[in-house]
């Protein structure tokens, strides 16, 4: 490889390096987005999901965060309760 094949692959590989950082930033930045909605929608506080920052340990404390926490969330006024299919279940005959 002489001098300017060098010098071409160092820029080619710079600029490539440029973008994955462009795609990992947009990504992290819609995570961020993602767990706020969910934050705020589960009655918790929006900033929570700037933890994902702390990657990737972050990540698994809002999981925890989420999995174990209490929701605040208020049942919408006349809508029926969910129950999910095959609830209650059929009761057992005992023979």
């Known amino acids: 490889m002489d001098q300017y094949q060098m010098q071409h692959f160092s820029a ?5 390096m440029g973008i994955i950082v462009l795609i990992g930033l ?3 930045g819609f995570m961020v987005f993602l767990f706020w909605r969910i934050f705020v929608k589960a009655g918790m506080a929006g900033p ?5 920052l ?3 340990i972050g990540l698994i404390v ?5 999995a174990f926490g209490e929701w ?11 129950y999910p299919p095959g609830y209650p279940p059929a009761p ?3 023979r």
Not at 12 to 16: D, K
Not at 48 to 52: E, W, Y
Not at 62 to 66: E, G, T, V
């Open 26 to 28: 947009l990504f992290v």
């Open 72 to 82: 605040k969330v208020v049942p919408v006024a006349g809508a029926p309760p969910y």
């Open 92 to 94: 057992q005959i005992q």
């Open 62 to 66: 809002n999981l925890c965060i989420l």
């Open 54 to 56: 702390l990657w990737p």
């Open 12 to 16: 080619a590989f710079a600029g490539m």
């Open 48 to 52: 929570l999901s700037l933890l994902i």
